[in-house]
């Protein structure tokens, strides 16, 4: 897969509207009310809604603009962007296992936050959006949450199709979204130019210095402005660096910053207009049509993250983070375009769960901010050791620029963890989870790898003895499956000692995950001759490739690498049974998930793409 074009081209810029941009783009409907709720008690006076709007304003322009568009998007892996890849690349630096475990850590942090991002963006935006029929008519309130509901599952019903069929649907809609955005803002702010007076930072230091601590709470709230940045750097892969920057810069920044101000215009007008303020910047008749286009516009910004769950989860499953799961592609052209049914159903659980649990999306938007925080709180970290050692930055630059975006960052972040009691526990147990299931997986398999490399013979010593051995060789070929290139696998020496023969051609096959996106044809494969008809194949693929081994064995034995047969050919793989040491190095709890784990992982012929009627398994007691 080539790194994207960054061309300018009408479509690459309504792709990126509709895709990188749907998320941020619904914060209105929500954002500016809930950071206002805090002080609605005695009336709103104006300097409280200049200093709020301040506070929004300045955190689109430093957390989204300054620290994503301008500073983050340079970090690229090869052109792909994303938690994972900023943690692949951040790992490279490091000089110590202790090192590249720390920074494992962070990655698996903001990865599980990630996932919790996932499940409540879904909620608030597509709860938020239908929750304008309540401002057309109050009689529709009872059925605000049936049609939410409704929705959402009908959602995570078509994944299966894939997003390619109905892709070329949402950059209009969000081009016709954004427009709406800030044409409504701007009729409503030239009412009252007033608001414009909010740029000046002045506004936003005099309400944090007065409030003190309610506004260090508020803060909590005016992040869910930019919540939907860190698409910025995820889909960094999809279209490229300048698609992203320019359609920021020039259309999504001006969109948004207008309907807040719009929405401040509206409430030093009508301070009542609190009770929505979005959808009563808009005129009577002009609000059937606004729901309509809101709840497109929250589906496609729900899409997006589900669309980034999928790609994340498949991440972590090369990295190592995450048992095998089934990946389908939904696309014959599109490697990117995945669908994968185990994360989809857990969403789907968790996104109805949190609708029928907090039934409106003022109490889901203290459930909402912590995970995100986390999440920029985790990419500052790992960028700032990227740009300092992988990129070379000077070391009071590096502080400069990152240094007061990680306060920033701490300040949101703390300022949401006060929210926990009233819902911000949500992404707490969420992530907590996520990130003890991947590190639990993480630390099982370094111990089961260390294992093997215990009991193993080395492939040296086998192949040395091998002439020498009275072995019977059976015709076919036999490909043993092995995730230590360097020993013999499990599966072959429990062969010889039940079955007692050895194939004439025989092939050791290893799967390596390489840190980087995808591994040009040039660089896949490494076929190494270990003796007459035995044969060592390594092959690479990145955290967004899929592998499958028969096409690539036909593929080698097409260049004249190796002989291979696919009818003639059998593959032995290794079944683990985990058990105990007699001093385990996991504790017990940890030992029962990662046997679960292991049990209940996608088989190694589907993951692997392996003929299932070629399979022979053996089992294998590994004691850790």
């Not at 309540?134 to 929705?151: D, Q």
């Not at 005016?222 to 920057?245: C, K, N």
């Not at 997006?304 to 090369?318: E, K, L, N, T």
Request: proline share 5%.
């Amino acid at each position: 897969m080539s790194a994207p074009s960054n061309k300018l081209t009408a479509a690459t810029l309504l792709g990126v509207l509709g895709i990188v941009y749907g998320d941020i783009g619904t914060s209105p409907l929500y954002a500016m009310r809930a950071a206002l709720l805090h002080f609605d008690e005695g009336g709103i006076e104006r300097w409280e809604i200049l200093g709020i709007l301040s506070l929004i304003f300045w955190a689109l322009m430093l957390t989204v603009t300054l620290k994503y568009v301008l500073i983050i998007l340079r970090a690229d892996n090869r052109g792909e962007g994303g938690i994972m890849s900023l943690m692949a690349l951040a790992q490279r630096s490091a000089e110590t296992q202790r090192g590249r475990l720390i920074i494992a850590m962070i990655g698996i942090t903001g990865a599980a936050l990630f996932f919790g991002d996932g499940m409540i963006t879904p909620a608030i935006s597509v709860l938020s959006a239908v929750e304008g029929l309540k401002v057309i008519n109050p009689a529709f309130e009872e059925g605000v949450l049936p049609i939410t509901l409704v929705v959402l599952v009908a959602l995570f019903l078509v994944q299966y199709r894939g997003t390619g069929s109905i892709g070329a649907f949402f950059g209009p809609v969000c081009a016709v979204w954004f427009a709406v955005l800030g044409l409504l803002g701007l009729i409503e702010a030239l009412h009252n130019p007033e608001v414009f007076a909010a740029i000046n930072p002045w506004y936003a230091l005099h309400f944090a210095a007065h409030y003190h601590l309610a506004a260090f709470i508020a803060m909590g709230a005016v992040v869910l402005a930019v919540t939907g940045a860190e698409a910025l750097y995820a889909d960094m892969g999809h279209f490229g660096r300048r698609p992203i920057q320019v359609a920021w810069i020039f259309f999504v920044l001006p969109a948004l910053a207008l309907n807040y101000f719009g929405q401040g215009a509206l409430l030093l007008r009508d301070a009542s207009a609190i009770e929505n303020p979005f959808y009563l910047l808009a005129p009577d008749w002009f609000r059937p049509f606004l729901v309509v286009l809101a709840t497109a516009a929250t589906i496609i910004a729900s899409q997006a993250m589900i669309s980034g769950a999928y790609s994340i989860a498949r991440q972590c499953v090369q990295l190592g983070f995450a048992p095998r799961l089934d990946v389908r592609h939904t696309s014959a052209t599109e490697e990117g375009q995945i669908y994968m049914p185990q994360v989809n159903f857990i969403l789907l659980i968790g996104v109805l769960i949190l609708v029928l649990e907090f039934k409106n999306s003022d109490s889901l938007a203290a459930a909402y901010g912590l995970a995100v925080t986390g999440t920029f709180l985790c990419t500052t970290c790992l960028a700032l050791l990227v740009f300092r050692r992988q990129f070379g930055w000077n070391p009071i630059l590096v502080g400069l620029v990152f240094l007061p975006l990680l306060l920033l960052d701490m300040a949101y972040f703390f300022a949401t963890a006060l929210k926990i009691p009233e819902g911000g526990y949500v992404p707490v147990i969420i992530g907590g989870v996520a990130f003890t299931l991947m590190f639990t997986w993480y630390r099982g398999r370094e111990l089961l790898f260390a294992r093997f490399r215990q009991d193993s013979l080395p492939l040296k010593s086998f192949l040395a003895r091998l002439p020498q051995s009275r072995t019977t060789r059976v015709p076919g070929m036999a490909v043993f499956m092995t995730g230590q290139a360097d020993y013999l696998p499990g599966a072959l020496l429990h062969n010889l000692k039940h079955n007692k023969v050895l194939h004439e051609r025989v092939l050791f096959v290893t799967v390596m995950n390489d840190d980087i996106p995808s591994v040009g044809p040039d660089r896949r494969a490494e076929v190494t001759e270990l003796g007459p008809d035995i044969h060592r194949v390594i092959l690479r693929y990145g955290f967004q490739e899929s592998p499958n081994i028969p096409r690539e064995l036909e593929r080698l034995a097409q260049q004249g690498l190796i002989g291979f047969e696919p009818m003639q050919t059998s593959y032995f793989l290794g079944r683990e049974t985990i058990v105990a040491a007699a001093v385990p190095k996991m504790a017990r709890w940890q030992q029962w998930l990662f046997t679960l784990l292991s049990r209940n992982s996608v088989p190694a012929t589907e993951f692997f793409k392996i003929p299932s009627d070629r399979v022979v398994e053996l089992g294998v007691r590994v004691a850790i």
